[in-house]
Structures are given as C-alpha cells and as structure tokens.
C-alpha cells in the first residue's frame, strides 16, 4: 500500500511542474506589465485545482504576483526569461 502511494505522487509532482511551466511561459510570452486573470489561465490549462496549486508554487518562489484574481510574472522571471529563451 506504501508503495502505491509514491508512486502515485510521483505523476501529481510531474504535473504540477508542467503546469507551473505552461503558467510561467504562457506569462513570459506576453507584455512583462501584462496581467493575466486567474480565470483566464485556468481556462487555458483546463485544470483549476491545478493552476492553484501552480500559481501558489511560483508565488512562493517569487517567480509571480497574485493579487486578487490578477497574475502577473515578476521582473527578475521576465528578464531571466528573456535570457534564458
């Protein structure tokens, strides 16, 4: 039974990183004052409890703003998105 467990949270880690990267390039593709709508980017990714746990990810990383239903990227993920891409 233990062994179910992990294996099972090994896909749920894999993809909540694949929705915090689809967040995060869906934010550095647009303008770096542009502001996303929590309503919007679920839509996007089709998976709201999904995307909240993202967005809460890459808030606490310092990666995004959240206030209120607004996202935006930050400064420092904008530039190192452009130096990275």
Known sequence: MRQEQSTDSKPREIDLEATEQAILQMLLSGDPCGVWWRSDIELEVGDAPAVSDALGNLRRSGL????????????????????LL
């Open 64 to 83: 995004i703003h959240v206030q209120g239903e607004m996202v935006s990227v930050t400064r420092a993920a904008f530039r190192t998105g452009e130096l």
